[in-house]
């Protein structure tokens, strides 16, 4: 199993758990790709892999079992095991002066709800699966905070299934970061995506030698004909359709998968020619383009947010939905933003390490210094003991849920005897 615990709350992990372990006590084996710390605790063997990612990956770091594995001194996962690292809780919650006010929603299973958000700070919507926090967020606050701003009532997101939105004149923007594709061909890439392609293609075309050649910026594009190989149209790889079945891409053998001509390669910067340099890491570009304000602050956000390891021309249909998040979160950080964003999340954790989300709640965080909202629909605790704020929906799911069951500070969550996340919250507020 690929992550079963994704989108689910840690009650319902109890109960996953329960499962996996009783289809191995009737003879089976149970094999599962995890990142969920009490999954871990129960299994009976762990491989560890690493120590890094992408080109920094690919190893067995540790393996045996729980005993044997926190004990081990070059594994990253151990080291959040046994305590030696830790998500930190914030020494000081913000206080909101502003709110954003819902009243009267109504969709699915919630039912006349009404809801005041704390802008200016992190907020979290936790609540078992299926109480009803996607419809609160993507069906009922997105809609009505994107009509407001289109400020039309032949809006598409027009939507009656609210009375009253007070508060969002505070909102300048709205921007959903989630873990859908940047692309879904190989033309799209983290170069491409955060516009450094297009710097990179300007120092290629003033080099002495395009000058020389007459070459222009869009020779070292390999979307247009001219520099490009045409036998892949750029793409470095074949697609060979299957039919019923993904579609497979192999390599071109005219380029072998470097998507540009041969006279394109000959055109040289500090000795390397533009596949090379879609070839480099985030981490080596970093070094490459040092002298690049623009190129340096772009790629010095990529590595902040953990990508470091990427490259820089990896195709976009290689990228984990994890990634393509960081992705689109780097992007905004490296933005001169005018105004007051609200920015949705939706389970941003999904398929990350302990050290991933140390990663991004700390650029998650630059984002709130800023002076931006943050929106979160979050299950993984060590996010929501984070928060400035939490609204913990419920109590059950589906026709059981739709209500808040307890709101406040991850501490006064963590007090409430009706909140299933609140008894979960307890244990790592005191840890």
Same mark, same amino acid.
């Given at each position: 199993?690929?992550?079963?615990?994704?989108?689910?709350?840690?009650?319902?992990?109890?109960?996953?758990?329960?499962?996996?372990?009783?289809?191995?006590?009737?003879?089976?084996?149970?094999?599962?790709?995890?990142?969920?710390?009490?999954?871990?605790? &129960? #299994?009976?063997?762990? +491989?560890?892999?690493?120590?890094?990612?992408?080109?920094? $990956? *690919?190893? @067995?770091?540790?393996? /045996?079992?729980?005993?044997?594995?926190?004990?081990?001194?070059?594994?990253?996962?151990?080291?959040?095991?046994?305590?030696?690292?830790?998500?930190?809780?914030?020494?000081?919650?913000?206080?909101?002066?502003?709110?954003?006010?819902?009243?009267? &929603? #109504?969709?699915?299973? +919630?039912?006349?709800?009404?809801?005041?958000?704390?802008? $200016? *700070?992190? @907020?979290?919507?936790? /609540?078992?699966?299926?109480?009803?926090?996607?419809?609160?967020?993507?069906?009922?606050?997105?809609?009505?905070?994107?009509?407001?701003?289109?400020?039309?009532?032949?809006?598409?997101?027009?939507?009656?299934?609210?009375?009253?939105?007070?508060?969002?004149?505070?909102?300048?923007?709205?921007?959903?970061?989630?873990?859908?594709?940047? $692309?879904?061909?190989?033309?799209?890439?983290?170069?491409?995506?955060?516009?450094?392609?297009d710097d990179i293609r300007d120092i290629f075309a003033s080099t002495n030698e395009s000058q020389i050649r007459g070459y222009k910026t869009g020779r070292f594009s390999f979307n247009v004909k001219g520099g490009r190989c045409e036998d892949c149209e750029g793409n470095g790889v074949k697609k060979i359709e299957m039919h019923?079945?993904?579609?497979?891409y192999i390599t071109c053998t005219e380029c072998k998968g470097r998507r540009y001509n041969a006279e394109t390669l000959s055109v040289l910067y500090k000795g390397k020619n533009i596949s090379e340099v879609l070839d480099m890491s985030i981490e080596e570009g970093t070094e490459f383009f040092k002298n690049h304000t623009k190129?340096?602050?772009?790629?010095?956000?990529?590595?902040?947010?953990?990508?470091?390891?990427?490259?820089?021309?990896?195709?976009?249909?290689?990228?984990?939905?994890?990634?393509?998040?960081?992705?689109?979160?780097?992007?905004?950080?490296?933005?001169?933003?005018?105004?007051?964003?609200?920015?949705?999340?939706?389970?941003?954790?999904?398929?990350?390490?302990?050290?991933?989300?140390?990663?991004?709640?700390?650029?998650?965080?630059?984002?709130?210094?800023?002076?931006?909202?943050?929106?979160?629909?979050?299950?993984?605790?060590?996010?929501?003991?984070?928060?400035?704020?939490?609204?913990?929906?419920?109590?059950?799911?589906?026709?059981?849920?739709?209500?808040?069951?307890?709101?406040?500070?991850?501490?006064?969550?963590?007090?409430?005897?009706?909140?299933?996340?609140?008894?979960?919250?307890?244990?790592?507020?005191?840890?």
């Amino acid at each position: 199993m690929d992550e079963p615990s994704i989108g689910l709350h840690q009650r319902d992990n109890d109960r996953l758990i329960k499962t996996l372990k009783a289809l191995r006590d009737i003879g089976n084996t149970v094999l599962v790709v995890e990142h969920d710390e009490d999954t871990m605790r &129960a #299994s009976d063997y762990l +491989i560890d892999m690493g120590p890094g990612a992408g080109v920094h $990956g *690919g190893k @067995v770091v540790a393996h /045996g079992t729980l005993a044997k594995i926190l004990k081990d001194k070059k594994s990253l996962t151990a080291k959040f095991l046994n305590g030696e690292n830790r998500i930190e809780i914030p020494a000081v919650r913000k206080t909101a002066t502003k709110f954003l006010k819902l009243n009267g &929603a #109504s969709e699915h299973n +919630i039912n006349n709800l009404s809801v005041s958000i704390p802008l $200016g *700070g992190l @907020v979290c919507v936790s /609540g078992v699966s299926g109480s009803g926090k996607s419809t609160l967020i993507h069906k009922i606050l997105v809609p009505a905070v994107k009509t407001h701003l289109t400020r039309t009532h032949k809006s598409l997101y027009q939507k009656t299934n609210f009375n009253s939105l007070t508060g969002v004149d505070e909102i300048k923007t709205i921007i959903e970061l989630d873990q859908s594709p940047i $692309g879904r061909t190989p033309h799209s890439n983290p170069a491409t995506y955060t516009g450094l392609f297009d710097d990179i293609r300007d120092i290629f075309a003033s080099t002495n030698e395009s000058q020389i050649r007459g070459y222009k910026t869009g020779r070292f594009s390999f979307n247009v004909k001219g520099g490009r190989c045409e036998d892949c149209e750029g793409n470095g790889v074949k697609k060979i359709e299957m039919h019923f079945l993904p579609d497979v891409y192999i390599t071109c053998t005219e380029c072998k998968g470097r998507r540009y001509n041969a006279e394109t390669l000959s055109v040289l910067y500090k000795g390397k020619n533009i596949s090379e340099v879609l070839d480099m890491s985030i981490e080596e570009g970093t070094e490459f383009f040092k002298n690049h304000t623009k190129l340096n602050r772009v790629l010095n956000t990529l590595n902040s947010v953990g990508l470091g390891y990427m490259k820089l021309g990896q195709p976009a249909t290689t990228l984990s939905g994890g990634e393509a998040q960081r992705l689109k979160l780097s992007r905004e950080l490296s933005k001169r933003t005018k105004g007051h964003c609200l920015y949705i999340l939706d389970e941003p954790t999904t398929g990350l390490h302990f050290q991933d989300i140390k990663i991004l709640l700390s650029a998650l965080q630059q984002l709130v210094e800023q002076g931006h909202t943050l929106f979160i629909i979050e299950h993984n605790l060590d996010v929501i003991k984070t928060a400035d704020w939490v609204i913990d929906l419920g109590p059950e799911g589906g026709s059981g849920g739709g209500e808040i069951v307890a709101e406040g500070t991850p501490e006064q969550v963590a007090k409430n005897p009706k909140s299933h996340t609140g008894k979960y919250l307890k244990k790592v507020l005191k840890a």
